[in-house]
């Protein structure tokens, strides 16, 4: 009996004490989603167009046209406003551009080369998608870097099948890093801070991660992307092959 109520005393001082950290938990938890500013460029140095392009629009303003841009609240890991999110899916007019070809699709032989690359469409389309990065899954934090600081984040681009549906429930995604766990040959991206002010970091750079050279010094890079086709609610994920991605994403707080 001594032992049976030692257990169920144990079970309440358990509970007492993980009802103590939710509730301290909760009270650090945010509401709210910080805006941000997001800018597309459209063609390097070079004159290069990238892959993943602008609508010509201009800056993507939270609140602005249905755009969604702003610092998630409550990332993983218990970090607040880490993680940096463009959601165009509410939007009538405000799109991003992302092309197929066979001038960045992942062939047979090349590395990192997982399956025939079937993209919905070859060329260019715009599309009312979604972007975000998944910085707070390694525990990094886009709003507490340092001006000069750098890391790598998994980043995922998502559209609708072109039909146009904004299902969400069937539809592609780009994943740059391992984000499902099978994806090895998805390649992060590089976020880099610029400045900052009391508040935190308030402009950052978001691109492929450069090519470090033999001389030491650095090229423009290339992501390395598995597409997906997400169907079935949820449940099938097609690997409908790997494309090189580039592009250079500006963002500004607020």
């Known amino acids: 009996m001594r032992i049976r109520t030692n257990n169920l005393l144990a079970l309440v001082v358990t509970g007492i004490l993980m009802v103590g950290s939710i509730a301290a938990f909760a009270g650090k938890t945010s509401t709210t989603d910080l ?24 800056a993507y303003k939270n609140g602005v046209s249905g755009v969604g841009s702003y610092l998630v609240q409550n990332g993983y890991n218990h970090i607040e406003w880490g993680d940096w999110r463009l ?8 799109q991003v551009a992302v092309t197929f070809s ?21 060329g260019t389309k715009y599309w009312y998608l979604h972007l975000e990065n998944k910085c707070s ?9 340092l001006p000069g600081s750098k890391f790598n984040c998994i980043t995922i681009l998502r559209f ?42 308030n402009d950052w750079f978001i691109d492929p991660i450069p090519v470090v050279n033999a001389d030491g010094s650095t ?5 390395r992307a598995r597409l997906v086709l997400v169907s079935g609610n949820l449940m099938t994920l097609s690997d409908e092959g790997d494309f090189y991605l580039t592009f250079h994403i500006h963002v500004t707080r607020p």
Not at 87 to 94: A, C, G, K, P, V
Not at 139 to 144: E, R
Not at 165 to 177: A, E, I, Q, V
Not at 219 to 223: A, D, K, N, V, W
Request: net charge negative; aromatic share 10%.
């Open 35 to 58: 805006p941000v500013t997001t800018y597309l460029t459209d063609f390097s140095g070079s004159g290069a167009a990238y892959y993943v392009q602008s609508d010509g629009g201009g």
């Open 160 to 201: 609708p099948t072109p039909s146009g549906s904004k299902s969400k429930s069937s539809f592609y995604k780009l994943d740059m890093g391992n984000f499902s766990g099978t994806e090895p040959e998805a390649q992060e991206v590089q976020v880099s801070c610029n400045s900052s002010d009391s508040g935190g970091c």
């Open 87 to 94: 959601d165009l899916t509410n939007s009538t007019s405000r």
């Open 219 to 223: 090229s423009p890079g290339q992501t």
């Open 137 to 145: 899954m390694n525990s990094l934090d886009m709003l507490t870097m």
């Open 102 to 122: 066979t001038a960045n699709a992942v062939q047979p032989g090349d590395p990192g080369y997982t399956a025939p690359a079937t993209p919905p469409y070859w």
